[in-house]
């Protein structure tokens, strides 16, 4: 579901962007129509930078479902490994589609094959602990304080 938000969100802004590009265009005599070309991938991949290696370590259709991605460690990821994750999970898509189902399937960790490569974690920030405690993303907790990692 989240996948697909994201989807819905990035249709909204290349049509917002697709427009401001015509006018562009218009202004430079056809010039600017160019831009057409590159609108697509390069609102994705803006997309996932500002996103996914943003404070939330979420893109919005992650925030919305309570999802963030995290380095193996804990760690947030950075802009430029956003874009690699994003990368290849298309890459990895448009090459080897089942393959990267299946091994999140025989996965401990059910990591996908980019999240392995890339050594990133998709965690569920929505979880409650056992005693009532609710996990922050920043390790703390409410309630009684203790740390989770």
Wanted: charged share 10%; net charge neutral; hydrophobic share 50%.
């Amino acid at each position: 579901m989240a996948y697909l938000l994201d989807l819905l969100f990035i249709a909204i802004l290349v049509v917002i962007l697709g427009a401001i590009v015509g006018v562009i265009g218009v202004i430079t005599l056809g010039l600017g129509w160019l831009l057409y070309g590159i609108l697509v991938p390069a609102t994705a991949i803006l997309y996932i930078a500002f996103t996914l290696g943003g404070p939330n370590c979420a893109t919005p259709g992650m925030n919305i479902m309570g999802l963030q991605m995290r380095l193996w460690y804990g760690a947030k990821p950075y802009m430029l490994l956003a874009v690699m994750h994003g990368l290849l999970f298309y890459g990895f898509n448009v090459i080897l589609t089942p393959f990267i189902v299946l091994v999140s399937l025989f996965n401990e960790r059910k990591q996908m094959l980019h999240d392995i490569v890339l050594g990133t974690v998709v965690i569920n920030t929505s979880v409650n602990v056992p005693d009532g405690r609710y996990y922050e993303p920043t390790g703390q907790t409410t309630g009684q304080g203790h740390d989770l990692r």
